[in-house]
Nanobody, 116 residues
């Protein structure tokens, strides 16, 4: 059974940092493209970062480029999102997602709140 479990969210002041984790089971994270998506209050889901499985190519939403880093640890079967220089507009629930055998999977999400 494919499962994704996010963790690492919390309350952080503007300019702070957080590292989100997405523990995967039922598949290996280096065999499938993995993405981070967020949903701010009252807004639609927003894709923010992805890493593919073919050549580890990484892409970012422009507004997080240079501040966020997506990575994965194949030994821990975990996806990460290192977030630096956080801004209030980064406040959202963050989800990791993947498509395995043509089925899309999401975790339960982890709340990130950027506020002083």
């Amino acid at each position: 059974e494919v499962q994704l479990v996010e963790s690492g969210g919390g309350l952080v002041p503007p300019g702070g940092s957080l590292t989100l984790s997405c523990a995967a089971s039922g598949f290996t994270v280096n065999s499938y493209a993995m993405t981070w998506v967020r949903q701010a209050p009252g807004k639609e889901f927003e894709w923010i970062a992805a890493i593919n499985s073919i050549d580890d190519k990484i892409t970012y939403l422009d507004s997080v480029k240079g501040r966020f880093t997506i990575s994965r640890d194949n030994t821990k079967n975990t996806l990460y999102l290192q977030m630096n220089s956080l801004k209030p507009e980064d406040t959202a629930v963050y989800y990791c997602s993947t498509i395995v055998y043509a089925q899309m999977y999401w975790g339960q999400g982890t709340q990130v709140t950027v506020s002083s």
